[in-house]
């Protein structure tokens, strides 16, 4: 059974966007071209993106507090905090990007989805899940935007609250400002589904040509 349906009712078929007149195609999104996409809209007037952008701010800033502290700790001798935030920076960079893309496709599957596949450019430092012709509507699309940005917040704040107090505190903390960088794609791709005030929104991968699809209803259903 899908979950997340609008209204409890089935999304459209891919023939159903395509062929319909009650549906126009507004984006189409080559996957090898995410990094620019997200670099276009970064900048957008968008509330989702505003609230991010604070959000990442102060990730940021945190990070490079910490990061900066546990480098003057070395200078004193004391190196654990500085052993743990270069651990935590590797780890962030190599096993969380598998275990993030796995959520993504965790989430996936929750929605529905049958074929789940990733993908990635490594010059481009582009990874991604995608579900291969599966429709999602918003709420479909914001769950799985969002689980890997939400489930590894609560395990790397639960992991700050765990270590207080200890140098192996770095190592949460360090993954959890480090993460929030990954998730800028996310959230912008999300924020798309929120251009077009009072419309329903639908987006489906096309592993075969590597693209993703947002289609918009024109009629509204009574």
Known sequence: ?????????????????????????????????????????????????????????????????????SI???????????????????????????????????????????????GGFIRKFIFYAEADRHVMNRKQFAFVALTPFVVIKLITLAGIIILYN???????????TAHSLFCAGDIVLLSYFYRFPGCEIFSYDERSEKKSYFYKRTKVIQ
Do not use: C, W
């Open 72 to 118: 003057f700790l070395a200078f004193t001798g004391i190196v654990q905090p500085i052993i743990f935030s270069a651990s935590g920076l590797a780890f962030t960079l190599t096993l969380l990007v598998i275990i993030h893309e796995l959520l993504h496709g965790f989430a996936l599957k929750i929605t529905g989805a049958k074929r789940i596949a990733f």
């Open 1 to 69: 059974m899908k979950l997340f349906r609008i209204n409890n009712k089935i999304n459209p078929s891919i023939e159903e966007l395509r062929e319909k007149e009650d549906f126009e195609l507004i984006a189409e999104l080559s996957h090898h071209q995410i990094k620019d996409f997200v670099k276009n809209h970064i900048t957008e007037e968008s509330r989702i993106i505003r609230y991010y952008m604070v959000y990442q701010i102060l990730m940021v800033l945190t990070g490079l507090y910490f990061i900066i502290r």
């Open 166 to 176: 200890q140098p192996a505190l770095y190592f949460p903390m360090v993954v959890m």
